[in-house]
């Protein structure tokens, strides 16, 4: 596939709204400034990170215990959740199924018209990124109003999260004083006049922004961080409280959480919270730590309805290398130590999850039909730094080859899959792989140093390495015999 990487299938030319990663990539690049934002704003995380994990001297066992709690939790993830359904449903809540986006977005859409309501406001939700939920509920009608920091910087921008965590990670404070001087009035309370890029001038606009929406809103809709089966409690652990004035304030609230977020019991939930805030925020516990479990009278909402989301977990449950990627606990730590993300940003993954966990997770729930789909795997130098920092440990670089191998079987350039039966073959037969070597050493003054045809793009960032004038397997002989 010209101008990708080798080894790709050779799809169709992309579309400028759905570019694969490499020309996405190639694009943000060049921009000097995302660049030294992602820099400045990854590093920080993750130093912090690093000093955060070293003050625990059972780090590894905590994380071999949250692997084992979902490698198990995924084993039996059926049993849970029918644990966790008759837990909701005995303290309250009411609980429905969607096995698609589609699905998900017509369920909450007809909740939040039930309630007579015109507006939502929002917790800080991967999940309902994922599904395009704020979309699906403007075109029935309803304002979705984002009231996490990061995500109220991408709404009044209209654009798009590029990091789990810190979705506006690729904004600096200058951007963010623009965006809110410019586009808060259209959306409420306009910002303060004079505005400065001070960062406490910038949380008090927001601050003050937001406040008449807790304050009007009527339903609220949020993801969870975990489930925990035994009991059906649900948890969301945040840093600015915006959270907890979402999950209490409101009378209806709707919580879509994936269905791999459950956990079987409360013993388990405490090693996750151990994990997350110290992988994410770089903190021994989270500011804001909210549990509910069902609906209380006078305390609350008074009508809570779970979505649990299945939109392509089940069949990324059915592969064994790849279910791994469901383990996530989406702390962002492999994106802030991954040398492709701080150089590519998050927009050049084209799916609410960027980065390693991108690359792994987006072509098992959307598959790997499309170019940009099918590129993701791709979208790695393999060095290993992800597997290293995950809480869970996750290997990443073990999934994004068995899914290079899934993408290389959907297709290929006719002279690679050429190439690749023909070294098949050399290297399976002995005595044709040491001719071939020798015939490599006699002519290597005619060796080019760029690959032709589809292989060019692989030489476009090196160079051959230079073949050596006898083999090995010669030179030991006429030495060490």
């Known amino acids: 596939m010209t101008g990708t990487f080798l080894g790709m299938p050779a799809f169709p030319q992309a579309t400028s709204a759905q570019a694969t990663f490499p020309q996405a990539a190639a694009e943000a690049v060049q921009d000097e400034r995302l660049r030294a934002n992602l820099r400045h704003a990854t590093h920080t995380i993750r130093d912090k990170r690093a000093r955060a994990v070293a003050e625990l001297d059972d780090w590894a066992e905590l994380r071999a215990a949250g692997k084992a709690i979902k490698d198990h939790t995924l084993r039996h993830l059926d049993r849970y959740l029918v644990q966790l359904e008759e837990a909701v449903t005995a303290a309250g809540g009411i609980v429905h199924w969607a096995a698609d986006a589609e699905e998900a977005n017509r369920i909450v859409a007809d909740l939040v018209r039930a ?124 840093s600015e409280g915006n959270g907890r004035m979402c999950l209490t304030l409101p009378r209806t609230l709707i919580s879509v959480v994936g269905i791999e977020k459950v956990v079987p019991t409360w013993q388990d939930l405490e090693v996750f919270l151990q994990l997350l805030p110290r992988s994410s925020t770089a ?50 730590a492999c994106l802030n130590v991954c040398p492709v993300y701080e150089r590519a940003g998050g927009h050049a993954y084209g799916s609410v999850y960027p980065g390693p966990i991108g690359a792994i997770l987006t072509p098992q729930l959307r598959g790997t039909t499309s170019p940009l789909d099918a590129s993701l795997p791709y979208a790695s130098s393999l060095c290993g730094a992800c597997y290293q920092v995950c809480p869970v440990a996750i290997d990443i670089p073990e999934v994004l080859v068995h899914l290079r191998e899934r993408v290389a079987e959907q297709g290929g350039h006719p002279l690679e899959r050429a190439a690749i039966a023909a070294a098949g073959y050399v290297l399976d037969h002995p005595a044709a792989l040491a001719a071939a070597e020798r015939l490599a050493g006699r002519t290597r003054a005619l060796h080019p140093r760029r690959l032709p045809g589809p292989g060019r793009a692989w030489t476009d960032t090196r160079d051959l390495p230079e073949v050596p004038a006898a083999p090995f397997r010669d030179w030991w002989r006429r030495n060490r015999s």
């Not at 001070?198 to 606009?205: F, V, W």
């Open 115 to 238: 309630t007579g309501e015109t507006e939502v406001v929002k917790v800080k939700s991967m999940a309902t990124q994922e599904i395009g939920l704020n979309e699906a509920l403007a075109a029935e009608g309803i304002t979705a109003y984002e009231t996490d920091l990061a995500e109220l910087i991408v709404q009044l921008g209209d654009d798009r999260p590029s990091h789990i965590l810190v979705p506006a990670i690729h904004r600096n404070r200058a951007e963010i004083r623009e965006i809110f001087a410019e586009r808060m009035a259209a959306w409420g309370r306009p910002a303060p006049e004079g505005l400065t890029d001070s960062p406490a001038e910038l949380a008090e606009a927001a601050r003050l922004h937001l406040r008449e929406k807790f304050l009007r809103a009527r339903v609220a809709v949020s993801g969870a961080n975990f489930m925990v089966a035994e009991t059906g409690t649900l948890v969301v652990v945040e």
């Open 283 to 332: 903190e021994r516990m989270n500011p804001y730590t909210s549990l509910w479990t069902g609906t209380t009278e006078g305390d609350g909402p008074s009508a809570f309805h779970l979505v649990l989301l299945d939109n392509g977990r089940t069949a990324a449950l059915a592969d064994q290398v790849g279910r791994q990627a469901l383990r996530c606990i989406r702390c962002s």
